[in-house]
């Protein structure tokens, strides 16, 4: 059994990167993983009350249950939250879980807009140590 890391946003793109592992490995172990960067915040996170990082991490670990609820019945299924740098967190995931490919989905930024915010689905397939599928 292999095990894939998904990282998770609760974008589309992610949502579609979610279904295709789904579909596609079946019988894998996944690890869905939402990373929560202080620097831009979380894009599930709403008007929080109190401790920040606290609410934020509750956000994501609800957001992580309704998508290992949507494959659970069909595969192993683990949820993480961590705080970082979204590409950098993931690639130190990889190693965490000894995951042997990561799945993550793309929102096709072009031109200016992926020169100026980057992309951490291209980090990613750059940097890992292990095959990355972009979605």
Do not use: C, K
């Not at 579909?23 to 690890?31: L, M, N």
């Not at 939402?34 to 934020?56: K, L, M, R």
């Not at 993480?80 to 990889?94: D, F, K, Q, Y």
């Amino acid at each position: 059994m292999r095990t894939l890391l998904v990282p998770v946003d609760g974008s589309p793109p992610s949502v579609r990167a979610v279904e295709h592992v789904r579909e596609t490995y079946p019988d894998d172990r996944i690890v869905l993983l939402t990373v929560v960067d202080p620097v831009d915040g979380f894009a599930g996170a709403e008007a929080a009350e109190g401790n920040w990082h606290e609410s934020t991490a509750r956000q994501a670990e609800a957001m992580l249950a309704d998508h290992a609820d949507s494959v659970g019945e069909v595969i192993t299924v683990e949820t993480a939250v961590r705080t970082g740098s979204p590409a950098e967190t993931i690639l130190a995931a990889v190693s965490e879980f000894d995951a042997d490919a990561v799945v993550v989905g793309s929102h096709g930024r072009r031109g200016i807009g992926r020169l100026l915010l980057g992309s951490v689905a291209e980090t990613t397939a750059r940097e890992a140590s292990v095959p990355v599928t972009i979605v």
